[in-house]
């Protein structure tokens, strides 16, 4: 082998080793976002635990909001939880999540490709429970307005793609601007048939304000730990350090086979 092919090879081998390495340092920048958020919403839920003891029995859906209206198809314990994919699909993902949380947004932004893709294919469905623990931490309604929003978004079977459009469209943790019907109807828009009258005026009356808030508080009474809470077949993935979205693939696709 002259030179020339020695030198060539040594390039690509190092080249290959770069690349390996430019991987794993983004691996493990994704971590250090998904990580970071989580500590934010975790102390969310600390104060939100705070706000409850000093108002007990003021956020139970029982009067503050009207009685609880529960969106079309929602399933579950007390029908909090709105599905998704094929009821036939061996494995299910409890996902419980704030639209407020910066956590829930990078967990999304992350794992989001694999859950549609392993939906799509009947391998996984997903059960979406919905949190205000952000509220609680900042201030607010944003989180129990744009979770109302969510479920007038289920009532026009498009609860998903308003879902994906919510979190792709956060404002910042300290920015209640989800806290406005306006901007949760002018987002609305990018869904396609989303935008309808009936959409609309769930929306400005708060229809489902009850049902989040009863959502709220099994949250609250779940002894999780903080937003998002990820739960495959039983089991928090989500607190698993070694949790990638290949994982995530890999476990569902070995359950699909079993």
């Known amino acids: 082998m002259n030179e020339k092919k020695r030198e ?38 600390a104060a939100v635990i705070g706000v409850v003891a000093a108002n007990v029995g003021q956020d139970d859906g029982s009067d503050s909001a009207g009685p609880v209206v529960v969106p079309s198809g929602a399933k579950g314990k007390d029908s909090l939880a709105i599905p998704a994919g094929k009821e ?4 299910t993902l409890a996902i419980w999540e704030d639209f407020r949380c910066p956590a829930c947004k990078a967990f999304e932004i992350a794992y989001r490709p694999v859950i549609h893709e392993l939906t799509a294919s009947g391998q996984l469905k997903v059960e979406y429970h919905l949190a205000t623990i952000i509220d609680g931490n900042m201030g607010g ?12 978004a289920q009532d026009a079977g498009k609860f998903t793609a308003y879902h994906d459009v919510l979190f792709d469209n956060q404002p910042p943790e300290t920015d209640d601007a989800f806290a406005q019907t306006g901007k949760l109807i002018e987002l609305a828009a990018k869904v396609d048939g989303l935008d309808t009258t009936a959409f609309r005026t769930c929306v400005e009356k708060g229809t489902h304000n009850s049902w989040v808030e009863k959502s709220a508080a099994a949250f609250r009474n779940g002894g999780f730990s903080g937003t998002p809470t990820v739960i495959l077949n039983g089991k928090n993935i989500y607190q698993d350090q070694t949790m990638t979205p290949a994982k995530l693939k890999q476990l569902v696709q070995e359950a699909d086979t079993a």
């Open 141 to 152: 309604t944003g989180s129990r307005t744009a979770a109302n929003a969510a479920a007038c």
């Open 88 to 91: 036939s699909a061996k494995s």
């Open 8 to 45: 060539g090879k040594r390039t690509a081998r190092e080249r290959l080793a770069e690349e390996r390495e430019k991987q794993r340092s983004a691996e493990k920048r994704r971590r250090a976002l998904i990580v970071g958020a989580s500590v934010v919403c975790v102390l969310g839920l």
